[in-house]
Structures are given as structure tokens and as C-alpha cells.
């Protein structure tokens, strides 16, 4: 399996990079409670934007994710570079636009943007309406993800330190266990996929989940051995 990530039966593939932003994008709005449909209107506005790189350029003082704007209130360099800040902003503005919910998907991101283009949004409506249901959906296996371990990796400290920070951020409260697993005792699946979309940046080996096993070189693959067990991430 070639690196990076790929919604099964659509023709929707991504980086890893691209992946683990796009979900850091959906698990923002899925703590704000907000429908799907915001999760399609910022991924598509990032696509455009950045093409869901957190850019540290960007036209005039244009940064991050969504090449917000320092200079016009967004926040502060290092804020708007942080991928939860910088989505939290966008739908900050997203939900004050009339008729976001239903309205055209380019006028209602453009409504945020302000862009100098504010048709371009429009031509990633097709992917976004790909993308975010398999990160939001409740059952594994929807986004397919692999990675080649690096060959020098950090240490496994540095790595679960890494990890149990976004967890907080991103998926909920993690422990780790006595032999180095991180667990996510609430997570559902889209926790579940969140974590495979970071695994190269954690350098994860094993991703577990009530029955499923992920692991780089394989994908999802049922075990049902670990029926009923948490999320739990292996960095080992």
C-alpha cells in the first residue's frame, strides 16, 4: 500500500500531511458540535487556501491552513499555525454567515475568506463531500491510510509526549499505560481515524479498536481478539 490516504470507492486520495489536517479540521468542528457540513465548507476552503499544508507563507502575511491573515485579526503568527486555532477561527466566522448550512458552498466560504477568488472554493465541493464523511463516520475502515516508518525515528518518549498533547487537543483525554500504550478510553471511530491520520507524525506502529487492528503496512484489518477494547495507540 503506496503512502498517504484514500476514501475507498471514490477517487478522493490525499497526503498523509493532508490527512492528519484535514482531521485535526473535523475533530475542531465535531468538539463544537457543529453538522457535517461545516467539515465540508473548511475543506474545502483549505484545500483552495493551502491545499491542507500548514504553510508558514503565504501572500502578503498569509499563514497556515487557511492563510489567515495576522494583520487583519485573525491572530498572531504562531496562533494561526496551529491547526486547532486556526479552524477554530474559520468556523468562528463560518457560523455567523446567514444560511451557511444550506447556502452555496463557495459564497458561504468566501462570506469567511474574503478571498480575491471566491469562485475557486466551489471546484473542491466533490472532495470535501468525500473526505469529511469518512472522517466523521462511526465505523472503521472509511479512510484507508499507510505510511513507511522512518527509519530513524524519534525516541519513544519524545513521540508519546507528542502524541498525548494533540490527543487532548483533538480526541479526548489519553493515559498511557505501563507498557507505553496510549489509550483513549471515550473515543469512537472518528477518534479512531483521527489517529491513523497522525500515525506518521507520531510514528505509531498499531492503532486498536474494538475488534479492528491498523497498523502501516496492512490498514484496517478485523482482530477480534481486541473486541471491546478502547482506542489505544502503540508507538512500539
Same mark, same amino acid.
Given at each position: 500500500?503506496? %503512502?498517504?490516504?484514500?476514501? /475507498?470507492?471514490?477517487? $478522493?486520495?490525499?497526503?498523509?500531511?493532508?490527512?492528519?489536517?484535514? %482531521? +485535526?479540521?473535523?475533530?475542531?468542528?465535531?468538539?463544537?458540535?457543529?453538522?457535517?457540513?461545516?467539515?465540508?465548507?473548511?475543506?474545502?476552503? =483549505?484545500?483552495?487556501?493551502?491545499?491542507?499544508?500548514?504553510?508558514?507563507?503565504?501572500?502578503?502575511?498569509?499563514?497556515?491552513?487557511?492563510?489567515?491573515?495576522?494583520?487583519?485579526?485573525?491572530?498572531?503568527?504562531?496562533?494561526?499555525?496551529? !491547526?486547532?486555532?486556526?479552524?477554530?477561527?474559520?468556523?468562528?466566522?463560518?457560523?455567523?454567515?446567514?444560511?451557511?448550512?444550506?447556502?452555496?458552498?463557495?459564497?458561504?466560504?468566501?462570506?469567511?475568506?474574503?478571498?480575491?477568488? /471566491?469562485?475557486?472554493?466551489?471546484?473542491?465541493?466533490?472532495?470535501?463531500?468525500?473526505?469529511?464523511?469518512?472522517?466523521?463516520?462511526?465505523?472503521?475502515?472509511?479512510?484507508?491510510?499507510?505510511?513507511?516508518?522512518?527509519? #530513524?525515528?524519534?525516541?519513544?518518549?519524545?513521540?508519546? %509526549?507528542?502524541? +498525548?498533547?494533540?490527543?487532548?487537543?483533538?480526541?479526548?483525554?489519553? +493515559?498511557?499505560? +505501563?507498557?507505553?500504550?496510549?489509550?483513549?478510553?471515550? =473515543?469512537?471511530?472518528?477518534?479512531?481515524?483521527?489517529?491513523?491520520?497522525?500515525?506518521?507524525?507520531?510514528?505509531?506502529?498499531? $492503532?486498536?479498536?474494538?475488534?479492528?487492528?491498523?497498523? /502501516?503496512?496492512?490498514?484496517? #484489518?478485523?482482530? /477480534?481478539?481486541?473486541?471491546?477494547? !478502547?482506542?489505544?495507540?502503540?508507538?512500539?
Amino acid at each position: 500500500m503506496p %503512502a498517504g490516504c484514500a476514501v /475507498p470507492g471514490s477517487d $478522493v486520495t490525499v497526503t498523509t500531511e493532508q490527512a492528519a489536517n484535514a %482531521a +485535526t479540521i473535523a475533530a475542531v468542528a465535531r468538539s463544537r458540535g457543529l453538522p457535517p457540513r461545516a467539515t465540508v465548507i473548511a475543506l474545502a476552503t =483549505a484545500q483552495q487556501e493551502s491545499r491542507l499544508r500548514n504553510l508558514d507563507y503565504g501572500d502578503r502575511d498569509s499563514l497556515g491552513l487557511f492563510q489567515q491573515r495576522p494583520s487583519q485579526g485573525w491572530g498572531s503568527e504562531a496562533q494561526v499555525q496551529d !491547526p486547532v486555532y486556526s479552524a477554530g477561527k474559520f468556523f468562528d466566522g463560518l457560523v455567523k454567515v446567514p444560511d451557511w448550512e444550506t447556502g452555496d458552498l463557495t459564497t458561504v466560504a468566501d462570506a469567511v475568506q474574503r478571498s480575491a477568488f /471566491p469562485l475557486a472554493y466551489r471546484q473542491w465541493t466533490a472532495m470535501a463531500e468525500s473526505l469529511a464523511p469518512a472522517l466523521l463516520a462511526d465505523q472503521p475502515g472509511q479512510l484507508s491510510c499507510s505510511y513507511t516508518p522512518a527509519a #530513524e525515528p524519534a525516541t519513544v518518549a519524545e513521540r508519546t %509526549a507528542l502524541v +498525548t498533547e494533540a490527543a487532548r487537543r483533538e480526541a479526548g483525554a489519553p +493515559t498511557v499505560e +505501563t507498557d507505553g500504550t496510549v489509550t483513549i478510553a471515550d =473515543a469512537g471511530w472518528p477518534e479512531a481515524t483521527w489517529a491513523v491520520t497522525h500515525a506518521e507524525r507520531f510514528g505509531l506502529t498499531e $492503532v486498536t479498536k474494538d475488534g479492528w487492528r491498523w497498523t /502501516p503496512a496492512v490498514g484496517w #484489518e478485523s482482530t /477480534p481478539s481486541t473486541f471491546e477494547l !478502547p482506542l489505544q495507540l502503540q508507538l512500539s
